[in-house]
C-alpha cells in the first residue's frame, strides 16, 4: 500500500477522503436514525409553496458541485497525491476507457434486464404483502425540491459521479487487498449506506442489489462505462416510469 502516515501530503489526502467518506456515509446514517430531518420528516406543503426556481438551481449547483468534488476530485487526487499517478493514469486505474466500450454497453444492457426484472419481483411482493409503494422509492422525496426538468437532469448526472467513487475508486482500492468478491459485497453494502439519506429502509437496500451487479459488470468488463451506462439509464428509467405511473393516479 502506498499510503504513509510519515508523509504529510498523505495525510492531506486521507483528510480529504474522510471529508467524503463523512458525507456520502455519515450524514445519511444520521439522518436515517432521525439525528438530522430528512424530507419524511418536513412539512411537505410549506416546502413546495415557498420553493421558487432560485432556490431550486442553487440547490442543484450546490448538489452537483459537491458531488463532482467528493466523488471524483477527492478520490482522483488520493491517485495523484498518494499512488503518484497521473491524471491519465488514475482514470485508466478506475477503468474509465474507451477500450471495449462495446462489450461494456452490452452487459450494461443486460444488467439492467437483470435489475429490472428483480425489482418488479420483490415490489410486487412487497406490495402484495402490504407494504405501502410510497415507502419502495425515493423520486417522490426528491421532488419535493425539484421540478420534473431539474430531477431529470440530477438523476442523469450525479450516477456518473456514484460510479466513479464506488465501482471505480473504491472498488478498485479494496480489490487490490481483499479480493474481488469482498471488494464486490462490500461496495454494494456503501452504496446502500449512501442512500439511506431520504429515511427509509427499502431505498437503501435496492442499492446494495444494483451494486453488486454493477460491481460484477465492472471487474468482468474490465470497464467502468459499464456501470455508467446501466446506472444512468436505470435512473432515467426508473423517472419516467415514476411519473407515467403519477399521471394515471
Do not use: C
Not at 158 to 187: C, H, M, W, Y
Amino acid at each position: 500500500m502506498d499510503f504513509s502516515i510519515k508523509k504529510p501530503i498523505h495525510i492531506f489526502a486521507l483528510l480529504l477522503l474522510l471529508v467524503t467518506i463523512s458525507t456520502i456515509f455519515l450524514l445519511p446514517i444520521l439522518t436515517f436514525f432521525n439525528v438530522f430531518p430528512s424530507t419524511q420528516t418536513m412539512d411537505l406543503e410549506i416546502i413546495s409553496e415557498s420553493w421558487n426556481i432560485f432556490y431550486e438551481v442553487f440547490t442543484l449547483i450546490v448538489q452537483l458541485v459537491l458531488v463532482i468534488i467528493t466523488l471524483i476530485l477527492i478520490p482522483i487526487l488520493w491517485y495523484v497525491l498518494v499512488n503518484k499517478l497521473t491524471l491519465k493514469e488514475s482514470l485508466k486505474q478506475m477503468k474509465l476507457t474507451l477500450k471495449n466500450i462495446d462489450i461494456a454497453f452490452l452487459w450494461a444492457i443486460l444488467s439492467l434486464i437483470l435489475i429490472f426484472v428483480l425489482f418488479f419481483v420483490i415490489e410486487y411482493i412487497l406490495i402484495a404483502i402490504g407494504f405501502n409503494p410510497e415507502e419502495l422509492g425515493n423520486i417522490q422525496d426528491l421532488q419535493v425540491f425539484f421540478s420534473p426538468f431539474t430531477l431529470f437532469l440530477l438523476i442523469s448526472i450525479q450516477p456518473i459521479a456514484e460510479e466513479i467513487f464506488f465501482r471505480g475508486f473504491l472498488l478498485d482500492k479494496i480489490e487490490s487487498f481483499a479480493g474481488k468478491n469482498i471488494a464486490i459485497v462490500s461496495t454494494a453494502v456503501l452504496f446502500g449506506v449512501a442512500h439511506m439519506t431520504y429515511g427509509k429502509l427499502y431505498p437503501a437496500l435496492f442499492p446494495v442489489i444494483i451494486g453488486l451487479i454493477f460491481g460484477y459488470i465492472v471487474l468482468k468488463t474490465k470497464n467502468l462505462y459499464s456501470s455508467i451506462i446501466a446506472h444512468v439509464i436505470f435512473n432515467v428509467v426508473s423517472f419516467v416510469l415514476f411519473l407515467l405511473a403519477k399521471s394515471f393516479t
